[in-house]
């Protein structure tokens, strides 16, 4: 297999700076490019003060030409650069939300902005639903970090129709609220804190509750509760639920979970049912499951945990070029988490 | 007023000590004795380094006459040293787990350990529902920390019976883990990390249950997940429910929060319904409850947030303390959250 | 001594809000204003959520009208508001930069703009050296955070000229810092993590130098290192030095703190020497001060801590006032630190 | 070069978890033990929930043979199993203090023991100073956290017999202390804190010391103190001192560490003199060095970031068993920090 050259657009915030982190020593893969309008010129371990040995300045966003290019813009911006990309010869995954709907009206009532190119489709990419899509697709929508850990724990109860309804809880690591400081991600205020927010009204909502419906053919319904929490990488999803089928137990359940994920890579359903955390996947590509528990009033559980940005951004991604490009999927993806 | 004495027993830990720090400029109350079977002889200060002005040392339990008696011991141990303090003719306060149940065989099945008084029947002090009730009362179950969160977060709809499930996915700090270092509650292991544990098997969820079954005279089930998280102090309870009555709104549920808890002192409905987060009541005897969403799939969502020290243990018993005695319900409780 | 009225102006940063905190139940204080430019018309429980119970609003800056004013402004913008609020006939205590200085050059070079009233001078504040000054002044300048950790922790080895040089090694919580986020302040960056800024060049240097100076009566030199620590409030410093005489012992050093602050309210020499923490300060107005050692190479340590927010702020502004206006000198100041 | 087989003696601490981390997808090595009398029989993962991946189980002591045996053993019990392994053969990297010492003295003054094998002597596994010696040792001793970012910090200063008398203060994460809880690493004490500890008296001193002393062959002295921070990974060491020529200029010494370091693979210092932080080492084997700088009272400082779990122990042993190897020095070690 010979090089392929990979281009990261936008790359000056913490998506940008995990792709260099983990493409860097990735045995198939050249970093050539690597933008940012109001970074360009400056080294990037100027701002990514890890990648003292990444030997590159971030440049303008003009001349992209790469095999394979990442769009780490954010949405509303990024949907105006992909197709000149496509059209390029250049696959492109793109880590916004812009291309992540099947159905626009969705995407523009939940972003409140009009999407400029209602007919370019691109696969979902996540891979243990969409890996044979992925193989052949031009354009991966990479998925939210809250929708891949809320649907990796949802997969199995869904495919088999087995709840009507799905409440997630999710805990999210101040990370996800990105690089630019605000009064939310502003230390005194979320140290020491749980921040609740937008309830009831968090646009991964639609995201998770269209892949779920698409994915299990019915209606099945999801809330969504995302919560800050003072750590700085990693979501933990708790799944809340009941069973149409009072019958079944949690083992029925946890073996459901093992045989549905028993070829991934990526994804572990814990020895023992054991309760996943975030300390375990830190800084990896996997994703745990577990704490599986049916309780004597008949409501499920079930518990994942990734890292946001790697898992739920841009390993993901890179899992994603891994398949595009026929290389191993976990090729650069191997760290084991950093524990403690 | 005149002045009464009050015992401490069992103060070495956590709460002990909350009770000594809220206690001290207490304008009615003399501390008269804080004991400790295992530091017996040192000064209160050893233990709780911030306590450098309380002049005390720790007493072995023996001879403890006082008009109020706190028992911060654990369960199993405080119940069998109650009775006797009650025949003396103390008021006791007990902060432990031993005399919350009404129904003996649920706590028995719960903590796994023999009730030895079945017979001796506590009020539970949450005040927001007993407040007349542990104006006479001779002993008070001091609610756990969960149930404090969970129950406020629950009244006004079990009272009209508007929900048939609760599903309480609650966040906890650390020091509700108690003073004992463990695997659990070590640094590198709950820093930068959200574990969730006793999944559907937490011996709070049935404190929760009886109460709001007797509450609100219903069936209503509660199911009960804790998540501890990289906090000090603090339970931020994320309630779930579904309405039988899909015609309320949100700003119905709001009123109904609003209007229950219009004349407490200590729980605040927050203004707007803004959401409510620990670090806003850290230090205080305060519970804010806001965030009332219902989503466009007919899920609620209440939050409320408690000092799990405080609300949830210490001020809480003070203030039943401060019911019981005739005193100013708040005396000794002003202290506004430490913010940030 | 009848009620006075207190004004804070500035009062929407983390000053503001302690000086409220604290303030609100001082038995002799009326706050009757509360200023913002920029929040004018909010309620303060908007900005500090903590504040539920406030039941005021932010004003604009005109008319402002008390017997004691509090300028929590910044340096620059503080010293032209306070000459007329002097004229008025208020007494100002103002916690920026910009009367702390007596030498006008010093604080001209540091602090990089030009002093416009050069000729008003103010009582540096704090109590353990100027006292008996406090009581009769009308401006006091607030000594700077991390001056008054590094001041307290120097004074007895200053005051018998015992050390030619001090190197202060100084970590300090993120509340610091203010309530503006920042790149600094931003929780991914700070979190986990310690990071040293202004090496040699912060302006809190030349005013302890100046202090130390002054109080000792010769030209005793500092050196200052500031770190920032993933804390949200406290500051502990680390006061190295080499004793000119070498017969003196760890005992003899120890001796000496415990006799100069032995009637001190707030400066606690702890028992045994033991080590203070951040933890044991936490909200209250105290200093602690141990872990005094002179190692096997002549090399002396002495350490304090102090919340950074309260004796390094508001609390010492309060302590201030207190002894202006003839009232107990920890009137308001009670609280004990919040542990854990 | 063919394979080789390591042995990890002592696995089930935070050290054995990182070697076994990082030396998984090394090429050239194959664990074929790791050891816990405590733990044998249980699978890797259970005790390091990172290492799913891992499929091996802990045994008991006995009857290890290996190429290259790691001991992650504590001093005092390591020093009892070397000399066999030793006898039989293998390499022996060993990350207690047990064989640090040249002086068995100094060893049995600070550690409190008697050392039972005063005559068997190791190479202090400091490749920046003996790298050649180390080429060819049987018996590595890896430095200590502490000393290892010390020392760094230092050589060119000691090199050039520059400074008398080195003040390092060090500031530490908690994984520092081990797996094993205890007071002072429960979370609820060490979070939000920062708690200085062995003012004087660390064992660390003198083996910087000694090998500072040995390196700059003069008797230059060294006080230390370390400050428990509350961060889960790394040392960030402050080394404040006096140079004797005082004509010497900030950037005069920049230019001497870039000079000393610029071979180096895993020392860095920062471009344009930046300052070091924890955020931007985690995880890698890297040590930044930075903020160097002499103030107006000619003091001197300069800063050094760690790992303490990698450079400060597994990384840097790795490190020594590819110098003796004949590997790549980086080998299993080119993992960038992870930031945020």
């Known amino acids: 297999m010979k090089d392929i050259n990979v281009a990261i657009v936008g790359g000056s915030g913490y998506t940008g700076g995990e792709l260099i982190r983990l493409l860097k020593f990735h045995p198939h893969v050249n970093i050539n490019q690597i933008?940012?309008?109001?970074?360009?010129?400056?080294?990037?371990?100027d701002l990514h003060p890890n990648l003292q040995d990444v030997d590159l300045k971030f440049t303008d966003v003009d001349d992209i030409?790469?095999?394979?290019?990442?769009?780490?813009?954010?949405?509303?911006v990024s949907m105006n650069i992909i197709p000149d990309?496509?059209?390029?010869?250049?696959?492109?995954i793109d880590?916004?939300?812009?291309?992540?709907f099947n159905d626009i009206d969705t995407y523009e009532k939940w972003y409140g902005i009009e999407h400029k190119y209602p007919d370019l489709k691109a696969v979902f990419g996540l891979p243990e639903i969409n890996r044979e899509l992925i193989k052949d697709a031009?354009?991966?929508?990479?998925?939210?970090?809250f929708p891949t850990g809320a649907i990796l724990s949802s997969l199995p109860l869904v495919q088999d129709k087995l709840v009507d309804h799905l409440?997630?809880?999710?805990?999210?690591?101040?990370?996800?609220?990105?690089v630019t400081p605000t009064n939310v991600t502003h230390y005194p205020i979320c140290a020491d804190n749980v921040a609740p927010y937008a309830v009831g009204t968090h646009r991964h909502m639609p995201e998770i509750q269209e892949q779920l419906r698409s994915f299990g053919n019915y209606d099945v319904n999801v809330s969504f509760t995302p919560h800050l929490v003072p750590v700085t990488r990693g979501i933990l999803t708790t799944n809340h639920s009941f069973l149409k089928d009072d019958s079944l137990t949690t083992d029925d359940i946890y073996e459901l979970?093992?045989?549905k994920y028993a070829d991934e890579l990526f994804v572990k359903v814990l020895d023992d049912n054991n309760i996943?955390?975030?300390n375990s996947i830190r800084g990896s590509n996997y994703c745990h499951i577990g704490g599986i528990n049916i309780d004597e009033n008949g409501h499920l559980v079930v518990i994942s945990a990734i890292d946001n940005l790697v898992k739920g951004a841009s390993g993901q991604a890179i899992q994603n070029m891994n398949i595009i490009c026929g290389f191993d999927e976990n090729e650069s993806l191997k760290h084991l988490g950093l524990y403690p």
């Not at 933008?35 to 371990?45: D, L």
């Open 35 to 45: 933008t940012s309008r109001k970074h360009a010129g400056k080294k990037v371990s």
């Open 85 to 92: 990309l496509l059209e390029n010869g250049s696959k492109v």
């Open 95 to 100: 880590l916004s939300g812009d291309f992540r």
């Open 65 to 76: 030409d790469a095999d394979v290019i990442f769009s780490a813009l954010p949405h509303g």
């Open 257 to 259: 979970y093992l045989k």
């Open 138 to 145: 031009n354009l991966i929508a990479n998925p939210g970090c």
């Open 276 to 278: 996943p955390s975030l």
């Open 167 to 178: 409440i997630i809880d999710s805990k999210t690591g101040v990370s996800g609220a990105g």
